[in-house]
């Protein structure tokens, strides 16, 4: 499989990136039906792209980025989410969503802010939450019989989305 081991960490970001959606926005459906499409299209690309192309292609045409793309207040929550997250499935982005924010889009404050607020998570080197970091580890090494499932699951998510 090409790119098997930036599909398995875009796996295991997806699902740490629910795990938190999950935990913060449990009562916000709209929020959750969304973020089950997070990062998705990169598990296909990394199939016919190297990294860097993948990686480009999907920042660009993605509204929980930061990039010229119209966002909805679903699309902010969602990069806090992919913030927060980059902590737990990332070793070499060691920041918490509070401390990306003012370290690389102190731009952002006046939107973001209100997001970690809300979460509980607006302070700066927090340590990493517990029931995150345990389930978090136990999603290390899918197999490609998860990350087949895992596209299987997308590509009906993806339907259904269209459908609606």
């Known amino acids: 499989m ?5 599909i398995e ?4 970001h997806r699902k740490v990136v629910m795990l938190l959606a999950k935990k913060y926005f449990s009562d916000n459906k709209e929020l959750l039906q969304q973020v ?4 998705l299209d990169k598990l296909y690309t990394y199939l016919f ?8 292609l999907h920042r660009e045409q993605t509204p ?14 969602e990069m806090v989410l992919d913030w927060e997250s980059a902590r737990y499935t990332k070793p070499d982005k060691p920041l918490n ?17 209100p997001i970690l607020q809300e979460m ?7 340590p990493m ?3 995150i970091l345990e389930a978090t580890n136990e999603i290390d090494n899918p197999t490609t019989e998860d990350i087949e499932k895992e596209l299987t699951t997308g590509v009906k998510v993806l339907l259904k989305t269209k459908k609606a």
């Not at 089950?36 to 990062?39: A, I, N, R, S, Y």
């Not at 792209?49 to 480009?56: F, Q, V």
């Not at 509980?120 to 927090?126: W, Y």
């Open 2 to 6: 090409k790119n098997k081991e930036y």
């Open 9 to 12: 960490y875009t796996y295991k």
């Open 36 to 39: 089950e499409l997070h990062d």
């Open 49 to 56: 792209y190297d990294k860097k192309t993948a990686s480009k």
């Open 64 to 77: 929980h980025h930061v990039n010229d793309l119209e966002k909805t207040d679903l699309d902010y929550i």
């Open 97 to 113: 969503a509070y401390d990306t924010l003012y370290a690389y889009y102190p731009e952002m404050v006046d939107v973001i802010l």
């Open 120 to 126: 509980g998570i607006a302070k700066p080197n927090t």
């Open 129 to 131: 939450e517990e029931d």
